[in-house]
């Protein structure tokens, strides 16, 4: 039997690809958190369902291949792209230890993508994805990364940036970039993105050190070629001029 891991986009109904729908429609069990099994059941209603609170993502996985193992396709559904910070190789480490259960993930639109997007043309050269949340990674681990990317001139998309326990992450990450980029480096913040109350700011980086996000906004911090177009974040490709 099959897990399929699924990415469902930003959290809007018209964010879920093609191919996302193609093998929710194949699954016969549908697992998740409850937000996003919530938004499948808008419009897969029939299906059965097995959903979970947050911080729960092993027992939800564990469960997904117990199903499997009993002979149900099951469909494992997160936000953004399953294998960016998804649930993808949590699913492929468990289901290792069952037999005759193929794992299938399907790609989904990444906030770094769909916030990209909303905010103008972030990503166009060289860039780098870091999550500031400190549960799973030790904080001198991510404070290296930014310190690497930050020395390397990459465009580098901040996910995770505040939470009520972490009031400071960002602002202490623009510090560690400071060291390397200039104050007036253009930034930008996606919030809500595809979902009900969606903004986004264009802003620099000396401005972004004192933004207040939060667990739905995605930052986008610009290289030293990143430019501010009617209000709009655009990286160049290049270097060179064309």
């Known amino acids: 039997m099959k897990i399929y891991v699924v990415g469902m986009g930003a959290g809007s109904e018209d964010g879920i690809t093609a191919a ?3 093998a929710l429609k194949n699954a016969d069990v549908i697992v998740g958190y409850t937000v996003y099994a919530d938004l499948v059941k808008k419009f897969l209603p029939d299906k059965e369902y097995f959903t979970s609170a947050m911080k729960q993502e092993a027992d939800r996985c564990r469960a ?14 997160c936000s953004g792209d399953a294998g960016v910070y998804g649930m993808a190789s949590l699913v492929y480490e468990i289901a290792a230890e069952y037999e005759d259960i193929e794992v299938c993930v399907t790609p989904g639109v990444s906030a770094m993508l769909s ?4 905010v103008g043309a972030p990503l166009g050269h060289d860039f780098a994805v870091i999550s500031l949340s400190d549960l ?8 290296k990364r930014l310190e690497c990317a930050a020395a390397g001139d990459f465009v580098i998309c901040l996910y995770n940036p505040s939470s009520k326990k972490r009031r400071d992450y960002l602002k202490n990450a623009c510090d560690i970039i400071l060291k390397y980029r200039d104050t007036k480096t253009v930034c930008a913040a996606a919030r809500n993105i595809g979902r009900d109350g969606e903004e986004y700011r264009v802003m620099t980086l000396g401005e972004m050190r004192n933004y207040h996000a939060d667990m739905f906004t995605t930052i986008f911090i610009g290289n030293s070629m990143t430019k501010r177009i009617k209000n709009k974040m655009v990286t160049p490709r290049g270097y060179r001029n064309v």
Not at 115 to 118: H, R, V, Y
Not at 136 to 143: F, K, Q, R, V
Request: hydrophobic letters at 50%; proline letters at 3%.
């Open 64 to 77: 997904a291949a117990e199903m499997a193992a009993k002979g149900k396709n099951v469909a494992v559904v």
């Open 20 to 22: 996302a729908r193609k």
């Open 115 to 118: 916030g990209g997007a909303l």
């Open 136 to 143: 799973l990674t030790p904080l001198e681990t991510i404070e």
